[in-house]
């Protein structure tokens, strides 16, 4: 009967520990969206110092000087702080499919965080035009038609890994849209 109680005792306790932790992640768990539309402008330098301006609720996406440069206004309505990591385009515009898996997306050259609650950016770049993305890439930029980015992002410790999936719609002049249209879990179920 005690070995009983025990065991029970246990299971309960387990239990307990799972939803702590449970609660406790949660806290922590970032998801990034388009900035809203009145967020204020973020003005993004790249490592050649060209310098990209997007408001709120918009995206960048032009090519110059043989380099395609892209850029997404982002806010966090999460309660977590975003780190993120990699980053994948595709220049079909597609919103069909899983995300590939992270080894294939493009590493960051530098950490980008954005404070939950909060506004920030992602910005992304091909240099080499013997990339085939890169002249996919071009090709939708010149001939005005939708762009796929996943982001991949993590929280501070690198952990609760999510991918976003952002649809950039080409507006007037050079001005492209955001919209945010999946998100994947993948450290844990996803949240369908």
Do not use: C
Request: no cysteine.
């Amino acid at each position: 009967m005690l070995a009983l109680a025990t065991f029970a005792s246990v299971r309960v306790s387990n239990r307990a520990a799972r939803t702590t932790e449970r609660s406790l992640l949660a806290g922590m768990l970032p998801l990034l969206v388009p900035s809203r539309i009145d967020d204020p402008l973020e003005k993004i330098r790249f490592v050649d110092d060209h310098w990209i301006e997007i408001g709120g609720g918009h995206a960048a996406a032009e090519v110059s000087n043989n380099v395609v440069y892209l850029a997404i206004a982002l806010r966090n309505v999460g309660q977590g702080l975003a780190l993120l990591d990699r980053w994948n385009v595709d220049a079909s515009g597609t919103l069909d499919g899983e995300p590939k898996h992270p080894d294939a997306f493009h590493r960051l050259t530098r950490d980008l965080y954005v404070a939950s609650g909060d506004v920030g950016f992602w910005q992304g770049a091909f240099r080499d035009e013997s990339d085939p993305d890169f002249s996919a890439v071009a090709m939708s930029i010149a001939e005005r038609r939708s762009l796929t980015v996943d982001l991949l992002y993590g929280d501070f410790e690198g952990g609760q890994r999510t991918v976003s999936r952002f649809l950039l719609t080409p507006r007037e002049n050079t001005q492209w849209l955001s919209t945010v249209t999946r998100h994947w879990r993948l450290d844990r179920p996803s949240p369908r």
